[in-house]
Protein backbone atom coordinates (compact mmCIF):
# COMPACT_ATOMS: atom_id res chain seq x y z
CA UNK A 1 0.00 0.00 0.00
CA UNK A 2 1.36 3.54 -1.23
CA UNK A 3 1.56 5.83 2.07
CA UNK A 4 1.01 9.53 1.90
CA UNK A 5 2.94 12.11 4.02
CA UNK A 6 0.47 15.55 3.28
CA UNK A 7 0.10 18.66 5.11
CA UNK A 8 -2.85 19.63 7.02
CA UNK A 9 -2.99 23.06 5.28
CA UNK A 10 -2.14 21.67 2.02
CA UNK A 11 -3.99 23.99 -0.43
CA UNK A 12 -7.77 21.86 -1.81
CA UNK A 13 -11.33 22.14 -0.96
CA UNK A 14 -10.93 21.15 2.47
CA UNK A 15 -9.30 24.79 2.60
CA UNK A 16 -11.75 26.52 1.02
CA UNK A 17 -12.66 28.81 3.76
CA UNK A 18 -9.23 29.86 4.07
CA UNK A 19 -10.09 33.10 4.11
CA UNK A 20 -11.06 33.08 7.59
CA UNK A 21 -8.90 34.13 10.06
CA UNK A 22 -10.18 32.52 12.64
CA UNK A 23 -9.44 29.12 10.95
CA UNK A 24 -5.98 29.93 10.19
CA UNK A 25 -4.92 30.83 14.18
CA UNK A 26 -6.39 27.90 14.88
CA UNK A 27 -3.95 25.89 12.92
CA UNK A 28 -1.62 28.32 13.78
CA UNK A 29 -1.60 26.87 17.41
CA UNK A 30 -1.44 23.40 16.53
CA UNK A 31 2.42 22.67 14.76
CA UNK A 32 1.96 19.42 15.81
CA UNK A 33 -0.78 18.47 13.26
CA UNK A 34 1.04 20.22 10.41
CA UNK A 35 1.41 16.56 8.89
CA UNK A 36 -0.63 13.48 8.66
CA UNK A 37 -0.23 9.97 7.35
CA UNK A 38 -2.76 8.87 4.96
CA UNK A 39 -3.22 6.14 2.96
CA UNK A 40 -4.49 6.46 -1.13
CA UNK A 41 -7.71 5.95 0.36
CA UNK A 42 -7.88 9.16 2.66
CA UNK A 43 -7.70 7.10 6.11
CA UNK A 44 -5.91 9.70 7.57
CA UNK A 45 -3.85 9.89 11.00
CA UNK A 46 -3.66 13.10 13.24
CA UNK A 47 -7.19 14.53 11.27
CA UNK A 48 -8.59 16.98 12.97
CA UNK A 49 -12.15 15.82 14.73
CA UNK A 50 -14.88 16.72 12.07
CA UNK A 51 -12.87 18.18 9.66
CA UNK A 52 -12.88 16.67 6.25
CA UNK A 53 -11.00 13.85 5.19
CA UNK A 54 -10.25 14.72 1.76
CA UNK A 55 -6.74 15.75 1.30
CA UNK A 56 -4.08 16.82 -1.91
CA UNK A 57 -1.09 15.01 -1.34
CA UNK A 58 2.25 15.80 -1.31
CA UNK A 59 4.71 13.11 -1.46
CA UNK A 60 3.70 9.43 -2.27
CA UNK A 61 6.29 6.91 -0.73
CA UNK A 62 6.03 3.32 -2.75
CA UNK A 63 6.84 0.48 -1.17
CA UNK A 64 10.22 -0.07 -2.07
CA UNK A 65 10.65 3.22 -0.55
CA UNK A 66 10.75 5.56 -3.47
CA UNK A 67 9.38 9.25 -3.60
CA UNK A 68 6.88 9.33 -6.12
CA UNK A 69 4.19 12.61 -6.92
CA UNK A 70 0.96 10.84 -6.82
CA UNK A 71 -1.98 11.56 -9.25
CA UNK A 72 -3.64 14.05 -6.57
CA UNK A 73 -0.30 16.39 -6.62
CA UNK A 74 0.04 16.49 -10.35
CA UNK A 75 -3.54 17.15 -11.00
CA UNK A 76 -2.90 20.23 -8.19
CA UNK A 77 0.08 21.69 -10.03
CA UNK A 78 -2.57 21.97 -12.99
CA UNK A 79 -5.31 23.55 -11.07
CA UNK A 80 -2.27 26.11 -9.76
CA UNK A 81 -1.70 27.25 -13.19
CA UNK A 82 -5.10 27.35 -13.76
CA UNK A 83 -5.61 30.12 -10.80
CA UNK A 84 -2.85 31.53 -11.72
CA UNK A 85 -3.64 32.52 -14.98
CA UNK A 86 -6.94 33.76 -13.98
CA UNK A 87 -5.43 35.94 -11.18
CA UNK A 88 -3.23 37.60 -14.19
CA UNK A 89 -6.32 38.24 -15.75
CA UNK A 90 -8.67 39.68 -12.89
CA UNK A 91 -5.66 42.23 -12.12
CA UNK A 92 -5.48 43.37 -15.91
CA UNK A 93 -9.67 43.23 -16.02
CA UNK A 94 -10.60 44.31 -19.77
CA UNK A 95 -13.96 44.45 -21.02
CA UNK A 96 -14.60 41.86 -23.90
CA UNK A 97 -15.40 43.18 -27.34
CA UNK A 98 -19.13 42.70 -28.53
CA UNK A 99 -19.41 38.93 -30.09
CA UNK A 100 -20.22 40.53 -33.40
CA UNK A 101 -16.79 42.04 -33.72
CA UNK A 102 -14.40 39.04 -32.94
CA UNK A 103 -13.89 37.13 -35.68
CA UNK A 104 -11.85 33.97 -35.92
CA UNK A 105 -8.76 34.35 -38.02
CA UNK A 106 -8.95 31.55 -41.14
CA UNK A 107 -12.82 30.98 -41.28
CA UNK A 108 -15.26 32.75 -43.46
CA UNK A 109 -17.93 33.72 -40.95
CA UNK A 110 -21.25 35.05 -42.51
CA UNK A 111 -23.28 38.23 -41.45
CA UNK A 112 -24.45 36.53 -37.87
CA UNK A 113 -22.36 33.78 -37.84
CA UNK A 114 -20.83 33.87 -34.56
CA UNK A 115 -24.57 33.92 -33.32
CA UNK A 116 -25.73 31.23 -35.05
CA UNK A 117 -23.13 29.03 -34.07
CA UNK A 118 -23.44 29.95 -30.63
CA UNK A 119 -27.12 29.19 -30.58
CA UNK A 120 -26.21 26.04 -32.25
CA UNK A 121 -24.25 24.93 -28.85
CA UNK A 122 -26.88 26.08 -27.38
CA UNK A 123 -29.32 23.78 -28.85
CA UNK A 124 -27.18 20.82 -28.45
CA UNK A 125 -26.68 21.50 -24.56
CA UNK A 126 -30.55 21.88 -24.46
CA UNK A 127 -31.05 18.62 -26.46
CA UNK A 128 -28.58 16.68 -24.15
CA UNK A 129 -28.34 18.49 -21.17
CA UNK A 130 -31.86 19.73 -20.50
CA UNK A 131 -31.54 20.25 -16.92
CA UNK A 132 -27.98 21.91 -16.68
CA UNK A 133 -29.42 24.07 -20.31
CA UNK A 134 -32.20 25.56 -17.83
CA UNK A 135 -29.35 26.83 -15.46
CA UNK A 136 -27.40 28.43 -17.94
CA UNK A 137 -30.26 30.74 -19.22
CA UNK A 138 -29.82 32.40 -15.92
CA UNK A 139 -26.01 33.53 -16.88
CA UNK A 140 -25.42 36.34 -18.32
CA UNK A 141 -25.79 35.53 -22.15
CA UNK A 142 -21.73 36.37 -22.89
CA UNK A 143 -21.14 33.50 -19.75
CA UNK A 144 -23.70 31.01 -20.74
CA UNK A 145 -22.91 31.27 -24.65
CA UNK A 146 -19.40 30.35 -23.56
CA UNK A 147 -20.67 27.52 -21.32
CA UNK A 148 -22.49 26.01 -24.09
CA UNK A 149 -19.57 25.76 -26.45
CA UNK A 150 -17.44 24.47 -23.75
CA UNK A 151 -19.58 22.05 -23.15
CA UNK A 152 -20.07 21.46 -26.95
CA UNK A 153 -16.36 20.90 -27.50
CA UNK A 154 -16.19 18.40 -24.26
CA UNK A 155 -19.62 16.36 -26.14
CA UNK A 156 -17.75 15.89 -29.52
CA UNK A 157 -14.44 14.44 -27.79
CA UNK A 158 -16.45 12.17 -25.57
CA UNK A 159 -18.38 11.31 -28.85
CA UNK A 160 -14.96 10.23 -30.36
CA UNK A 161 -14.56 7.41 -27.71
CA UNK A 162 -18.07 6.25 -26.90
CA UNK A 163 -20.18 7.76 -30.05
CA UNK A 164 -21.63 5.52 -32.74
CA UNK A 165 -17.87 5.92 -34.83
CA UNK A 166 -15.69 4.68 -31.75
CA UNK A 167 -15.11 1.82 -33.09
CA UNK A 168 -12.99 3.38 -35.99
CA UNK A 169 -11.26 5.60 -33.85
CA UNK A 170 -7.24 5.52 -33.75
CA UNK A 171 -4.83 7.15 -31.41
CA UNK A 172 -3.65 8.61 -35.14
CA UNK A 173 -7.05 10.19 -34.78
CA UNK A 174 -6.88 11.89 -31.39
CA UNK A 175 -3.93 13.55 -32.65
CA UNK A 176 -5.47 14.75 -35.32
CA UNK A 177 -8.28 16.01 -32.78
CA UNK A 178 -5.37 17.58 -30.94
CA UNK A 179 -3.92 19.15 -33.61
CA UNK A 180 -7.71 21.04 -34.38
CA UNK A 181 -7.61 21.82 -30.63
CA UNK A 182 -4.44 23.77 -31.03
CA UNK A 183 -5.19 25.56 -34.19
CA UNK A 184 -9.09 26.61 -32.74
CA UNK A 185 -6.90 27.68 -29.80
CA UNK A 186 -4.48 29.60 -32.37
CA UNK A 187 -7.48 31.39 -33.74
CA UNK A 188 -7.91 28.80 -36.63
CA UNK A 189 -11.19 27.12 -36.12
CA UNK A 190 -12.56 24.39 -38.48
CA UNK A 191 -16.35 24.70 -38.47
CA UNK A 192 -18.68 27.45 -36.85
CA UNK A 193 -18.76 24.96 -33.40
CA UNK A 194 -15.29 25.17 -33.29
CA UNK A 195 -15.55 29.27 -33.78
CA UNK A 196 -17.75 29.35 -30.84
CA UNK A 197 -15.01 27.90 -28.96
CA UNK A 198 -12.54 29.86 -30.35
CA UNK A 199 -14.36 33.38 -29.37
CA UNK A 200 -15.08 32.06 -26.17
CA UNK A 201 -11.41 31.70 -25.28
CA UNK A 202 -10.64 35.21 -26.41
CA UNK A 203 -13.01 36.54 -24.03
CA UNK A 204 -11.63 34.25 -20.89
CA UNK A 205 -8.63 33.46 -19.50
CA UNK A 206 -8.97 29.55 -20.93
CA UNK A 207 -6.00 27.92 -20.70
CA UNK A 208 -5.60 24.57 -23.09
CA UNK A 209 -3.95 21.99 -20.76
CA UNK A 210 -7.46 21.14 -19.24
CA UNK A 211 -8.95 20.27 -22.74
CA UNK A 212 -5.61 18.39 -23.87
CA UNK A 213 -5.42 16.33 -20.88
CA UNK A 214 -9.50 15.78 -21.67
CA UNK A 215 -8.00 14.28 -25.05
CA UNK A 216 -5.20 12.31 -22.67
CA UNK A 217 -8.38 10.85 -21.26
CA UNK A 218 -9.89 9.71 -24.46
CA UNK A 219 -6.83 7.85 -25.03
CA UNK A 220 -6.46 6.09 -21.71
CA UNK A 221 -10.15 4.25 -22.63
CA UNK A 222 -8.52 3.44 -25.86
CA UNK A 223 -5.49 1.64 -24.68
CA UNK A 224 -6.43 1.09 -20.79
CA UNK A 225 -9.24 -1.10 -19.45
CA UNK A 226 -7.76 -1.96 -15.72
CA UNK A 227 -6.97 0.21 -13.13
CA UNK A 228 -4.91 -1.49 -10.42
CA UNK A 229 -5.40 1.25 -7.52
CA UNK A 230 -7.47 4.64 -7.16
CA UNK A 231 -4.18 6.59 -7.72
CA UNK A 232 -4.38 6.02 -11.30
CA UNK A 233 -8.29 6.05 -11.14
CA UNK A 234 -8.33 9.33 -9.88
CA UNK A 235 -6.46 10.28 -12.56
CA UNK A 236 -8.32 8.86 -15.65
CA UNK A 237 -11.11 10.93 -13.65
CA UNK A 238 -9.56 14.04 -13.58
CA UNK A 239 -8.65 13.41 -17.58
CA UNK A 240 -12.31 12.99 -18.64
CA UNK A 241 -14.43 14.93 -15.94
CA UNK A 242 -12.38 17.17 -13.78
CA UNK A 243 -11.00 18.78 -16.56
CA UNK A 244 -14.35 20.34 -17.43
CA UNK A 245 -14.59 22.31 -13.59
CA UNK A 246 -11.23 23.90 -14.77
CA UNK A 247 -12.18 24.89 -17.92
CA UNK A 248 -15.51 26.32 -16.95
CA UNK A 249 -14.21 28.20 -13.98
CA UNK A 250 -13.21 31.12 -15.67
CA UNK A 251 -16.19 31.85 -17.21
CA UNK A 252 -18.57 30.97 -14.04
CA UNK A 253 -16.42 33.67 -12.59
CA UNK A 254 -15.53 33.94 -8.58
CA UNK A 255 -18.25 36.18 -6.47
CA UNK A 256 -16.18 39.69 -6.07
CA UNK A 257 -17.55 39.15 -2.30
CA UNK A 258 -15.42 35.66 -1.74
CA UNK A 259 -12.86 35.76 0.66
CA UNK A 260 -11.66 32.00 -0.71
CA UNK A 261 -8.78 32.05 -2.66
CA UNK A 262 -9.06 31.33 -6.21
CA UNK A 263 -7.02 28.49 -5.86
CA UNK A 264 -9.57 26.63 -3.52
CA UNK A 265 -12.43 27.46 -6.25
CA UNK A 266 -10.76 25.67 -9.01
CA UNK A 267 -10.15 22.16 -6.46
CA UNK A 268 -14.06 22.55 -5.84
CA UNK A 269 -14.34 22.73 -9.39
CA UNK A 270 -11.88 19.83 -9.66
CA UNK A 271 -13.24 17.38 -6.84
CA UNK A 272 -17.13 18.03 -8.39
CA UNK A 273 -16.28 16.42 -11.76
CA UNK A 274 -14.05 13.20 -9.98
CA UNK A 275 -17.14 12.93 -8.25
CA UNK A 276 -19.56 13.22 -11.12
CA UNK A 277 -17.10 10.86 -12.63
CA UNK A 278 -16.85 8.43 -9.67
CA UNK A 279 -20.62 8.48 -9.89
CA UNK A 280 -21.01 7.49 -13.35
CA UNK A 281 -18.68 4.53 -13.20
CA UNK A 282 -20.39 2.95 -9.78
CA UNK A 283 -23.73 3.91 -11.80
CA UNK A 284 -22.15 1.77 -15.17
CA UNK A 285 -20.56 -1.09 -13.80
CA UNK A 286 -22.88 -3.52 -15.68
CA UNK A 287 -22.73 -1.79 -18.88
CA UNK A 288 -18.79 -1.31 -18.80
CA UNK A 289 -18.60 -5.21 -17.85
CA UNK A 290 -20.67 -5.81 -21.05
CA UNK A 291 -17.74 -3.94 -22.71
CA UNK A 292 -14.93 -5.78 -21.25
CA UNK A 293 -13.75 -2.80 -18.77
CA UNK A 294 -13.41 -2.16 -15.15
CA UNK A 295 -13.52 1.10 -13.79
CA UNK A 296 -12.96 -0.15 -10.22
CA UNK A 297 -9.58 -0.03 -8.11
CA UNK A 298 -8.40 -3.67 -8.65
CA UNK A 299 -6.40 -3.63 -5.17
CA UNK A 300 -9.58 -2.35 -3.33
CA UNK A 301 -11.37 -5.07 -5.00
CA UNK A 302 -8.79 -7.69 -4.19
CA UNK A 303 -9.24 -6.78 -0.10
CA UNK A 304 -13.24 -7.52 -0.83
CA UNK A 305 -12.74 -10.53 -1.49
CA UNK A 306 -13.75 -9.99 -5.38
CA UNK A 307 -12.48 -10.45 -8.95
CA UNK A 308 -13.10 -9.38 -12.12
CA UNK A 309 -14.91 -12.24 -12.34
CA UNK A 310 -17.38 -11.47 -9.92
CA UNK A 311 -17.93 -8.20 -11.85
CA UNK A 312 -19.03 -10.07 -15.04
CA UNK A 313 -21.29 -12.71 -13.43
CA UNK A 314 -23.43 -9.95 -12.09
CA UNK A 315 -24.25 -11.14 -8.88
CA UNK A 316 -24.88 -8.96 -5.76
CA UNK A 317 -23.37 -10.58 -2.64
CA UNK A 318 -22.75 -9.23 0.47
CA UNK A 319 -19.11 -8.53 -0.14
CA UNK A 320 -20.16 -6.51 -2.98
CA UNK A 321 -22.29 -4.61 -0.95
CA UNK A 322 -19.78 -3.69 1.08
CA UNK A 323 -17.24 -2.95 -1.44
CA UNK A 324 -20.03 -0.24 -3.05
CA UNK A 325 -20.74 1.17 0.17
CA UNK A 326 -16.83 2.00 0.07
CA UNK A 327 -17.07 3.48 -3.14
CA UNK A 328 -20.30 5.51 -2.54
CA UNK A 329 -18.76 7.32 0.71
CA UNK A 330 -15.75 8.10 -1.54
CA UNK A 331 -17.41 9.84 -4.17
CA UNK A 332 -19.97 11.66 -1.41
CA UNK A 333 -16.61 12.88 0.18
CA UNK A 334 -16.12 14.54 -3.07
CA UNK A 335 -19.31 16.23 -3.52
CA UNK A 336 -18.95 17.31 0.01
CA UNK A 337 -15.53 19.04 -1.14
CA UNK A 338 -17.27 20.18 -4.22
CA UNK A 339 -20.08 21.52 -2.20
CA UNK A 340 -18.61 25.27 -0.08
CA UNK A 341 -16.51 25.89 -3.26
CA UNK A 342 -20.00 26.16 -5.58
CA UNK A 343 -20.83 28.73 -2.86
CA UNK A 344 -18.00 30.84 -4.05
CA UNK A 345 -18.97 31.54 -7.35
CA UNK A 346 -20.36 34.21 -8.97
CA UNK A 347 -24.12 33.97 -7.93
CA UNK A 348 -25.87 34.13 -11.60
CA UNK A 349 -23.40 31.25 -12.22
CA UNK A 350 -24.30 28.74 -9.10
CA UNK A 351 -27.86 27.37 -10.33
CA UNK A 352 -26.81 24.67 -12.76
CA UNK A 353 -24.13 24.40 -10.58
CA UNK A 354 -25.69 23.53 -8.30
CA UNK A 355 -28.38 21.57 -9.78
CA UNK A 356 -25.62 19.58 -11.56
CA UNK A 357 -24.29 18.66 -7.68
CA UNK A 358 -27.34 17.85 -6.38
CA UNK A 359 -29.06 15.79 -9.50
CA UNK A 360 -25.63 13.41 -9.75
CA UNK A 361 -25.27 12.71 -6.03
CA UNK A 362 -28.85 11.36 -6.03
CA UNK A 363 -27.73 8.91 -8.52
CA UNK A 364 -25.78 6.91 -5.58
CA UNK A 365 -28.65 7.11 -3.70
CA UNK A 366 -30.49 5.52 -6.23
CA UNK A 367 -27.84 2.65 -5.99
CA UNK A 368 -28.20 1.97 -2.68
CA UNK A 369 -31.86 1.93 -3.28
CA UNK A 370 -31.28 -0.83 -6.00
CA UNK A 371 -29.53 -2.88 -3.40
CA UNK A 372 -26.40 -2.07 -5.31
CA UNK A 373 -27.01 -3.91 -7.78
CA UNK A 374 -25.57 -1.96 -10.84
CA UNK A 375 -25.03 -4.94 -12.97
CA UNK A 376 -28.64 -5.08 -14.29
CA UNK A 377 -30.37 -2.06 -13.51
CA UNK A 378 -29.59 1.49 -14.05
CA UNK A 379 -29.69 3.98 -11.27
CA UNK A 380 -31.32 7.18 -12.57
CA UNK A 381 -32.96 10.11 -11.04
CA UNK A 382 -36.90 10.23 -11.86
CA UNK A 383 -38.20 13.47 -13.70
CA UNK A 384 -40.19 14.08 -10.44
CA UNK A 385 -37.24 14.58 -8.52
CA UNK A 386 -35.30 16.02 -10.80
CA UNK A 387 -38.18 18.83 -10.98
CA UNK A 388 -37.79 19.05 -7.11
CA UNK A 389 -34.21 19.21 -6.91
CA UNK A 390 -34.65 22.44 -9.20
CA UNK A 391 -36.03 25.04 -6.42
CA UNK A 392 -33.52 23.47 -3.82
CA UNK A 393 -30.32 24.24 -6.61
CA UNK A 394 -31.57 27.64 -7.09
CA UNK A 395 -32.09 27.87 -3.05
CA UNK A 396 -28.32 27.31 -2.62
CA UNK A 397 -27.56 29.16 -4.88
CA UNK A 398 -28.79 32.44 -3.30
CA UNK A 399 -26.60 31.97 0.08
CA UNK A 400 -23.44 34.02 0.75
CA UNK A 401 -20.43 31.94 -0.08
CA UNK A 402 -19.41 30.03 2.62
CA UNK A 403 -16.25 31.74 2.90
CA UNK A 404 -18.05 34.84 3.88
CA UNK A 405 -20.13 33.20 6.58
CA UNK A 406 -17.53 31.41 7.65
CA UNK A 407 -15.88 34.47 8.54
CA UNK A 408 -18.82 36.11 9.87
CA UNK A 409 -19.26 33.79 12.73
Known sequence: MAIMLVR?????????????????RKRARAPARSWMLCSLRYACL??????SSAVYSSLTVNPAGEAVVSSEQKVYDVVLRQA???????????PAPPILDVRPQDLEIPRNGLKEAYDRCGEICEEYAKTFYLGTLLMTEERRRAIWAIYVWCRRTDELVDGPNANYITPTALDR???RLEDLFAGRPYDMLDAALSDTISRFPIDIQPFRDMIEGMRS????????????LYMYCYYVAGT???MSVPVMGIAPESKATTESVYSAALALGIANQLTNILRDVGEDARRGRVYLPQDELAQAGLSDEDIFNGVVTNRWRNFMKKQIKR??????????????????????????LLLYRQILDEIE?????????????????KLLALPVAYGKSLLLPYSLRNSQS
Open 8 to 24: ASSPGLSNAASGSRHTK
Open 221 to 232: DLRKARYKNFDE
Open 177 to 179: WEK
Open 331 to 356: ARMFFEEAERGVTELSQASRWPVWAS
Open 46 to 51: GMEPGR
Open 369 to 385: ANDYNNFTKRAYVGKGK
Open 244 to 246: VGL
Open 84 to 94: ALLKRQLRTQA
